[in-house]
């Protein structure tokens, strides 16, 4: 194991079907790009969750910090108006 | 017992049964995870094309956990030891390659094989991406990782000409046109990978096709006392 620190860390995006969007699946380690999808094929969908991956090394994705919550995330919670709330679903609507 | 496809199946599924055991060492020694996590699911793909065709031929348990070494009609080059992991990539390679044209023949005939040929080699070609990755890697990677794939490269180099010794109940195949593809095709991954074919003899005198009569290599006896030693010290046990 005294060498896989030197592998950089992908972060693993999997689409389940067909018109989904890519969800997060997790991450691991490679040496390369086509060598991460080759292991995101093996730890990530090896029980038909996926028809297409993407792989991203983590150190090219940039993230809010927690400290930033407040200032990115608290004003959207107190204005209901932005939420359509008031529309109702019909039945079969799936994916909302 | 006696239809040609019988040896054929026990030949094919013998192939099968002893890499996956082989390639299940590394459960828990792999170098990565990951990689661990892939060379896991390669073995267990082929144990699954192993039960298939043990089954053809009879009780897959008594096949595999009963026989005795002098019974089991695998290729030479599956039973020798992991090695490092430049060996297992090497095998991986070579056989791999010869399994992908062998099953993509048997798929595209009819006979008893077909339909699991035709589900295995969907598999197959994947475990030959995997190899053929890794030895561009490690071929073209540093000083050290290209002289330990060459070093395997030539290690199993003598154990290759047994896989094209034509097969009992295999009429459909042609062996020398399938030896002739895969030799243009591992050449052409070890010269992408900066390696050279070995120039060494593909078989030793007495080796060529001893595999598939039932004469083993050494290694094998020490192989198959680990893989039977549970189900014969208690017969029937499950959980």
Redesign the interface.
Known sequence: ?S??GD?PLWEVFVRSRRGLSHTHAGS????DA??AL??AR??YT?RNEGVSIWVVESAAITATSPDEKDPFFAPAADKPYRHPTFYEIPEGVKHL | MTAPWHSAALALGDDALVLSHRLGEWAGRA?????E??LA?IALDLLGQARILLSLVGDEDELAYLRDERSFRNLHLVEQPGGDFAHTIARQLYFSTYQRFLYERLASSDSEFTALAAKAVKEVAYHQ??AE?WTL?LGDGTAESHERMRRACEALWTFTAEMFQPVEGLDAVDFPALEERWLDSVASVLERATLTVPDGPRSRAWTAGAGRQGLHTEPFGRMLAEMQHLHRSHPGASW
Not at chain 1, 28 to 31: C, S
């Open positions: 194991m060498n896989q592998w691991l380690h490679a040496p086509e060598m080759r292991n093996d730890l090896r | 170098p990565v995870l990951e990689e996590v892939a699911n991406d995997h990755h890697r």
